[in-house]
């Protein structure tokens, strides 16, 4: 049972079950991609390229830094390894940034060619997602940055629900201790997906029978767990303490939220982080190394606190604005790609509002996710990649609305010319 119930495709919606049609739509995004390639930087002052070279190097997961600071946990794992697998395949070379390249667009169009799938998965209508997939395939609806694991995020978050779906359905022990693997697995990716993936097990279990959530809650939970417990012991035995998967709050608070900060990333690279990241100050640097990796954010963890408690009406400025460029971007990004993302946004509002109004249960997950995922980045610099995880939600919103309309315009024109 997909989230509003499934049946056999009507005549008007055959055609979107084609998979000709998944296949044109993987081919135009793979070639709107290739379009990009191979722009993506992986030199020096990305995190995650940092930390893949002295894995692949040295085989320690350490310096994230311009400056060598030591054990870290300043990311989640996945993704540096996955870099890091890269460098050892190819060396440090062109040839890596072509295939870092390369893996990043085949990402993006295997997402595109989901979109579908996913509609399905919600509406029990593939319609709403071939328009999103088409909204979705332009360049720069999706930021291509190789450097970061936004887009395999994206992509990694849509099979999990799609996997999820049917294990839940199935109801098998295995089926749903891997599902929690999963859930596990997309935390070491980037710990916020799980604002996606908890309550979309949590949405298709309140869907289920009663009488198996608890056994499948207690057997996600310890896929979860397991998954997790390899990590959690390295960082507690190099870093000496516990913690869910990273530990850089407190750095990213404090480079957000001080005197010089604005709402951006781009923007404080030229004032706020200069003086204050550990990436730019080799005085910040040498603090990190001196008192570790964890004393450091809770130091830094503090300081921003201690700010934000003295300059609340400056904090409450900037989160007003992250708040706004998560939903509307600044047309730094792009102009028209800017106006793009802002008119998925509008339009989703829109979809999600008639989502609820036809009573459609798929209305409760998507509010909750859209309502919680981007809590942490309304206090933290914005960038366009952080939106990439979710934005597919946006995307079938906004086709949900277009489709319901097309409906209702050919509902109408039947009745006219049936007269």
């Not at 509002?353 to 980045?377: G, K, M, N, Q, W």
Request: hydrophobic share 55%; with cysteine; proline share 6%.
């Amino acid at each position: 049972m997909t989230a509003e119930g499934k049946g056999p495709p009507t005549r008007r919606s055959s055609w979107a079950h084609s998979r000709l049609l998944v296949a044109a739509l993987f081919l135009a995004s793979l070639g709107a991609g290739i379009a990009q390639f191979p722009r993506g930087a992986f030199g020096s002052g990305f995190e995650s390229v940092a930390l893949a070279r002295n894995l692949a190097e040295h085989g320690e997961f350490a310096n994230p830094f311009r400056f060598p600071t030591g054990p870290s946990a300043h990311l989640a794992p996945l993704f540096p390894a996955f870099l890091a697998l890269l460098i050892r395949l190819c060396g440090y070379s062109p040839a890596f940034v072509a295939v870092g390249s390369a893996c990043v667009i085949l990402a993006q169009a295997m997402h595109t060619a989901l979109l579908p799938a996913a509609s399905d998965m919600l509406f029990a209508d593939r319609r709403p997602g071939v328009c999103a997939a088409m909204f979705a395939i332009p360049p720069g609806i999706y930021p291509y940055i190789p450097v970061w694991e936004s887009m395999y995020c994206a992509t990694g978050v849509l099979l999990f629900c799609l996997f999820a779906q049917r294990q839940v359905r199935r109801g098998s022990v295995w089926g749903l201790f891997l599902t929690g693997v999963a859930i596990g697995l997309l935390a070491l990716l980037n710990p916020v997906t799980i604002l996606v993936a908890v309550p979309w097990l949590g949405f298709l279990l309140w869907q289920a029978a009663p009488g198996g959530r608890t056994r499948a809650c207690l057997l996600a939970a310890a896929g979860t767990l397991l998954a997790l417990l390899p990590w959690t012991v390295r960082n507690h035995q190099q870093l000496h303490a516990w913690f869910f998967v990273r530990d850089n709050l407190g750095i990213e608070l404090y480079v957000s939220n001080n005197d010089a900060a604005q709402p951006t990333i781009y923007a404080n690279k030229t004032n706020a982080i200069l003086s204050l990241h550990p990436s730019y100050s080799e005085r910040e640097a040498v603090a990190l190394r001196y008192l570790g990796e964890v004393r450091y954010n809770r130091l830094c963890l503090a300081v921003a606190r201690g700010w934000i408690r003295s300059h609340s009406e400056r904090f409450a400025a900037l989160t007003l604005a992250r708040f706004r460029l998560f939903w509307f971007p600044d047309p730094a990004i792009g102009v028209w790609q800017a106006r793009a993302v802002s008119w998925i946004t509008s339009a989703s509002a829109l979809g999600l509002i008639l989502l609820a109004l036809r009573r459609r249960p798929a209305a409760v997950f998507v509010a909750i996710v859209l309502a919680l995922f981007p809590l942490v980045y309304y206090v933290v610099q914005m960038d366009a990649r952080y939106r990439a995880p979710i934005l597919w939600l946006s995307l079938l919103l906004a086709g949900y609305l277009v489709v319901a309309a097309c409906d209702a315009a050919m509902s109408w024109w039947r009745s006219r010319t049936d007269t």
